[in-house]
């Protein structure tokens, strides 16, 4: 493909539009390509190291905007974080229990992830007082999710609208442990109140109503805390006060990234791409089952275990997909993947139904409304529901001028739609996909054939 078919404009020294031209001939993706490193995994890896005793040694860290806050915040606190130039990270940790009291306000930009998880450190330490915040997108996302369980704990929280919304301020104290039924499927709820369990005296369990991302699960395990896990209530008890102590990890290719390519091996005829290194964790692997329900053509190769977490291959070949339902307990291990599942069912044969994905609502943007009303403007046949969308497939698609709405899955998904529409595609606000995957208009460039 020509240069020119794929290209960035700058539109001020902070914004840019991605304006994508699918030749009359047509193309294909064609290469082995590697994503950026998982982004939860980053997280953690990052967290854990910060309240370890030792070295924490990360190989493979995402150096998007959204681990780079997260490393932001635990420097404040008093960890030594070597600089995000190289996807290898040293962290020297200062112990649980010990957090400098910081000098100001502890920023989480855009990550709901790094705020939400960092709560629950913030609140079980006594005698500090901690104000967080983040960008207008997560001031306005709710953080009572997390505010609720750790006021069970004992935790001092006050914020905007009755403690909902950023920005918030914490004053430590010495939790309780509790059994909390979480409501929802979240790995940051959970995540949260475990990290709040690592300094309290005795356990804190978390039962969730359907199974979510482990990662924290693993990596505690990793670091040396008593952890226990009951696969057939959902429920995972942490005992405290615990020691961590500093690892190295490896942090595979993230499958939330490797989506796109997925997606658009499958849509783009003639395509046959290879994804290297991406994690598999069967708690993230929704994403597979979706499309493999779909009828997409993907192969996992060279299967393995890199510390402690299942990686592979994975190889896709476009192929005629069919509509399916993506609804019930898939929806949590696969929830960041649906906007990029709605392209992909806008190719496939039939009416593509995705229910119970309410969640989507308050994510970077409004992913339902967004997706829907982006999509119907290329021409595709979407429909909004409470909690989903139903996508009619086989209505081609036109190219036209889209917007990001600053959201980096909705840019990136654009994208890959914009490879089988008509015509000349322009999305707004581009470089919104940075936040999880810097260099992925690179990528995009050297796939396309």
């Known amino acids: 493909m020509s240069a020119s078919v794929i290209k960035v404009e700058t539109q001020d020294h902070i914004s840019h539009q991605l304006i994508i031209q699918r030749p009359p001939s047509g193309l294909s993706l064609q290469g082995r390509i590697r994503v950026p490193g998982d982004k939860s995994i980053s997280h953690r890896a990052l967290m854990l190291g910060a309240i370890a005793q030792g070295e924490t040694q990360i190989q493979g860290l995402l150096l998007g905007e959204d681990p780079r806050s997260t490393a932001s915040c635990f420097q404040a606190l008093g960890a030594e974080i070597s600089e995000l130039s190289t996807e290898f990270v040293r962290v020297k940790g200062i112990g649980l229990g010990n957090f400098l009291e910081p000098l100001d306000v502890l920023n989480a930009g855009n990550s709901g992830t790094t705020i939400r998880l960092m709560m629950g450190l913030l609140a079980s330490h006594p005698g500090r007082f901690f104000t967080v915040t983040g960008d207008d997108s997560l001031r306005s996302r709710p953080m009572s999710r997390v505010v609720k369980p750790l006021l069970q704990m004992g935790a001092n929280i006050w914020g905007r609208k009755d403690n909902t919304l950023a920005p918030l301020a914490i004053q430590g104290q010495a939790l309780q442990g509790i059994h909390y039924h979480s409501p929802i499927a979240s790995a940051q709820v959970k995540s949260c109140i475990l990290l709040a369990g690592l300094n309290t005296q005795g356990e804190t369990t978390v039962t969730e109503p359907a199974l979510s991302r482990d990662h924290s699960e693993r990596m505690l395990r990793a670091f040396g805390a008593k952890l226990t896990v ?41 395509s046959d791409l290879v994804i290297e290194n991406v994690g598999v964790n069967p708690t993230r692997t929704g994403i597979l089952e979706a499309l493999e329900m779909m009828g997409a053509d993907i192969q996992r190769e060279n299967e393995r275990e890199v510390a402690g977490e299942p990686v592979a291959d994975l190889r896709v070949r476009s192929s005629q997909l069919k509509s399916c339902t993506i609804a019930g307990d898939i929806i949590p291990r696969l929830i960041d993947e649906v906007p990029i599942l709605a392209v992909a069912a806008i190719f496939a044969q039939g009416k593509t139904i995705i229910r119970d994905a309410a969640e989507l609502r308050v994510k970077e943007s409004d992913r339902i409304t967004v997706m829907v009303q982006q999509l119907n403007q290329m021409g595709a046949n979407v429909t909004e529901l409470p909690d989903g969308m139903e996508i009619t497939g086989g209505t081609p698609l036109v190219g036209t001028d889209v917007d990001s709405y600053t959201d980096h899955r909705i840019a990136m998904s654009l994208a890959i739609a914009a490879l089988n529409a008509s015509g000349i595609t322009t999305i707004h606000r581009a470089e919104a996909a940075a936040i999880s995957y810097p260099n992925f208009t690179s990528t995009l460039t050297e796939i396309c054939q």
């Open 230 to 270: 009951d696969p057939e209530t959902h429920s995972v008890t942490v005992s405290g006060p615990a020691q961590l102590y500093g690892q190295t990890v490896i942090v595979p290719g993230d499958i939330s990234s490797a989506a796109f390519w997925l997606v658009a091996g499958a849509i783009v005829p003639g």
